[in-house]
């Protein structure tokens, strides 16, 4: 077994491995067959050559992204653990920020997905994310709108989602029609109070400039000159998605968000979503960005709930296949 000593230089150790060395232990967690201690500023690390240059190689981006950015999440760690993971080091000069947000913030693409749905909306005028909660589709989305907004690179901003019922009963919810719908709508109204002053932004909906409607209102219309986006795609019929989808005029941009784990249509029914995503996948001008649960950006636990949720549904599918196989063997002997 082989050993190596790195030295780190200009960072306090404390800082970047956080406290108990937890940054450090789930650093580790990407190379078991790696014995990694660190004392003081100096991290020595036991195992095979071509893993403890892989964990050279790894590590410098670590130290690299604490150089520039003054901070290290778990999150990072992850983003920076894949395959392309140097790209989340681009040159942080401003060019990335997409919007101002309403409290002076910098609104910018986050994870090397977020980046690439931001180059695919640069690239196509229909845009395709997919990924689990919480991975920033529909708030990258909404940034991109509001960036073409205020560049005039459009005249408004459609945001539109279908009202299908999650588990709860739209006709029992109060009010009239707009504020049985707006709970449904909530999700995009947040993310337009991150970037546009409440004033601002009513003066805007009031106007028209930004449209915030149901996926029925969109019926029989051109959307033209216009950012517009479908939220909870998933949800949508073949029907609603076609319909959705050829509403485009000739300078729209659209971007559809959804996540397919998440489906509230009746059991039979196929998602619009994903029949989409099948035959579009080979249409020039149409970009499909899918992100995972390492572009999950809210709390740490967000990520193990998805991959267990992942591990039970891959658990339960595969004893339904199962079920099935063994039900076609009986009925063939049966038969014969």
Excluded: C, W
């Amino acid at each position: 077994m082989l050993e190596k000593t790195i030295e780190i230089k200009g960072i306090n150790p404390a800082e970047l491995f956080g406290v108990n060395n937890a940054k450090l232990k789930h650093l580790k967690t990407y190379f078991p067959k790696l014995k990694v201690v660190a004392r003081g500023n100096i991290v020595t690390i036991a195992g095979d050559e071509e893993v403890m240059d892989e964990f050279e190689r790894k590590f410098d981006l670590v130290l690299r992204h604490f150089h520039k950015f003054n901070s290290l999440t778990k999150s990072n760690i992850d983003n920076l653990m894949m395959e392309d993971g140097s790209k989340m080091l681009i040159s942080d000069d401003g060019s990335e920020t997409l919007v101002h947000g309403t409290h002076g913030s910098k609104i910018k693409a986050k994870t090397i997905n977020q980046r690439k749905l931001v180059e695919a909306v640069g690239k196509n005028d229909m845009v395709f994310a997919v990924g689990p909660a919480g991975t920033g589709k529909t708030y990258t989305a909404v940034a991109l709108a509001v960036r073409a907004l205020k560049n005039k690179e459009v005249k408004r901003i459609i945001l539109t989602r279908p009202a299908v019922e999650a588990g709860e009963n739209l006709g029992f919810l109060p009010g009239d029609l707009k504020e049985k719908l707006d709970p449904y709508m909530m999700p995009l109204y947040d993310a337009l109070r991150d970037m546009i002053p409440p004033e601002k932004l009513a003066d805007m909906i009031e106007f028209g400039i930004i449209e915030i409607a149901p996926l029925a209102f969109m019926r029989g219309r051109t959307l033209d000159k216009a950012f517009v986006i479908l939220d909870e795609a998933q949800n949508t019929t073949t029907m609603q998605m076609k319909m959705f989808l050829t509403r485009m005029g000739m300078t729209a941009k659209f971007a559809v968000t959804g996540d397919m784990s998440q489906v509230d249509l009746p059991r039979k029914q196929r998602s619009g979503l994903a029949y989409a995503l099948d035959v579009l996948k080979e249409v020039e001008g149409v970009g499909i960005i899918r992100m995972g649960e390492v572009d999950v950006i809210r709390h740490g636990l967000v990520k193990k709930i998805i991959a267990a949720f992942e591990a039970a549904e891959a658990k339960e599918a595969e004893a339904k296949e199962a079920k099935e196989e063994e039900y076609r063997k009986k009925s063939d002997g049966a038969k014969d």
